[in-house]
């Protein structure tokens, strides 16, 4: 009789129809083909490691999703007050302290600042 080994925890796996196969590859969209091999196509799994690679998988997309969720938490917090830099600009503060007032680095305020300045120049020549 053929014996068959999980090739993660090398246990037998003694039900044939409890093999888990892992596939692993990418189609090309218009027709369906693989695009390259399996990688993974010799390796057989048993039920334990199987549900363990599950699990494992679950877990990574969940931590990824929470991190994409906070990266787009972040870039909404982060969005700039041109008004605010431009009243304190106006008022005489230098571009260092109005960094630190709005919690951005300096050349992100003078990135900013010439933004705002080239987009009124564009405004005023098409007004005039």
């Not at 888990?20 to 390259?36: D, H, I, P, T």
């Not at 503060?93 to 951005?104: L, S, V, Y």
Request: net charge positive; charged share 40%; hydrophobic share 35%.
């Amino acid at each position: 009789m053929l014996q068959i080994i999980c090739d993660k925890c090398g246990k037998e796996i003694s039900k044939p129809e409890k093999i888990g196969y892992l596939v692993w590859n990418f189609k090309e969209q218009l027709e369906g083909k693989q695009l390259q091999e399996n990688i993974f196509e010799k390796n057989h799994y048993c039920e334990k490691c199987m549900e363990k690679i599950k699990i494992f998988i679950t877990e990574e997309e969940k931590k990824e999703l929470e991190e994409e969720k906070e990266f787009q938490k972040e870039k909404k917090k982060k969005r700039i007050d041109i008004g605010k830099i431009m009243a304190l600009k106006k008022a005489g503060w230098k571009n260092k302290d109005i960094a630190t007032e709005m919690h951005m680095e300096p050349q992100a305020v003078a990135g900013a600042i010439y933004n705002y300045k080239k987009k009124k120049i564009v405004e005023e020549t098409v007004l005039e």
